[in-house]
């Protein structure tokens, strides 16, 4: 597990850095807000936590920035500013949680590796992808947050196509996925499925869904 500190220059990490460490958790710290946002962009940080004695609208606008390079991972804000309305307006941008100073160093790292197990066990149970979603729990499916009424067999369809997303998958290999090897094909069923799965997506991500005649299909998002 990796997490990126960034701390204003009054802000001393060695001891929060040394706990970590003792967890077995990777940390890598800057005081740079361009390098901060930088790394937050390049690198795949399970957590970040901000360390500050900035200003309130400084955090918001640092927070801010944070949120539109990074995609995913949670942010912990932490610093000594104790105003009840400024912690509240802050949770309200998105932020994770915000800890006010003085902060046991071995809680906050115990509650960020929480969190990260928490997440690993919720994606564990969804499929994601650019533009979908699958809930793999409660079988339902979304295309860019909006949810498709998709059958029991198309919402199989669909996982199977995603998880082999750029392969050309036979119609025999899509039948034995979603019917099994004790049943024997009938003729045109994959096809007709294929054909009902595109219809429920819209209209602008069709064409993820190519046919190749003779073989089979492919789902690629990169169409």
């Given at each position: 597990?990796?997490?990126?500190?960034?701390h204003t220059p009054d802000k001393k990490t060695e001891a929060l850095?040394?706990?970590?460490?003792?967890?077995?958790?990777?940390?890598?710290?800057?005081?740079?807000?361009?390098?901060?946002?930088?790394?937050?962009?390049?690198?795949?940080?399970?957590?970040?936590?901000?360390?500050?004695?900035?200003?309130?609208?400084?955090?918001?606008?640092?927070?801010?920035?944070?949120?539109?390079?990074?995609?995913?991972?949670?942010?912990?804000?932490?610093?000594?500013?104790?105003?009840?309305?400024?912690?509240?307006?802050?949770?309200?941008?998105?932020?994770?949680?915000?800890?006010?100073?003085?902060?046991?160093?071995?809680?906050?790292?115990?509650?960020?590796?929480?969190?990260?197990?928490?997440?690993?066990?919720?994606?564990?149970?969804?499929?994601?992808?650019?533009?979908?979603?699958?809930?793999?729990?409660?079988?339902?499916?979304?295309c860019d947050n909006v949810a498709l009424p998709l059958s029991r067999?198309?919402?199989?369809?669909?996982?199977?196509?995603?998880?082999?997303?750029?392969?050309?998958?036979?119609?025999?290999?899509?039948?034995?996925?979603?019917?099994?090897?004790?049943?024997?094909?009938?003729?045109?069923?994959?096809?007709?499925?294929?054909?009902?799965?595109?219809?429920?997506?819209?209209?602008?991500?069709?064409?993820?869904?190519k046919t190749f005649h003779g073989v089979g299909y492919q789902l690629?998002?990169?169409?």
């Open positions: 597990m990796k997490i990126l500190i960034y850095e040394r706990i970590c460490q003792q967890s077995c958790i990777y940390t890598k710290s800057c005081e740079d807000q361009n390098q901060f946002l930088q790394l937050s962009g390049y690198d795949s940080y399970a957590a970040t936590l901000i360390n500050t004695s900035d200003r309130f609208d400084q955090i918001g606008e640092l927070f801010l920035a944070w949120k539109k390079v990074r995609k995913n991972g949670a942010c912990f804000i932490l610093t000594a500013n104790q105003s009840a309305y400024e912690r509240g307006k802050i949770l309200e941008l998105g932020a994770d949680e915000y800890y006010i100073e003085p902060y046991s160093y071995s809680r906050l790292v115990a509650e960020i590796a929480r969190y990260e197990y928490s997440r690993e066990q919720e994606q564990s149970n969804r499929l994601v992808t650019n533009h979908f979603i699958l809930d793999l729990l409660s079988r339902v499916a979304y067999k198309e919402f199989d369809l669909l996982s199977f196509l995603l998880r082999y997303q750029g392969q050309v998958l036979s119609r025999v290999q899509i039948w034995e996925e979603l019917w099994g090897y004790q049943y024997i094909p009938l003729a045109n069923s994959v096809d007709v499925h294929v054909n009902r799965l595109r219809k429920k997506i819209p209209d602008s991500y069709k064409g993820f869904i690629d998002e990169q169409a």
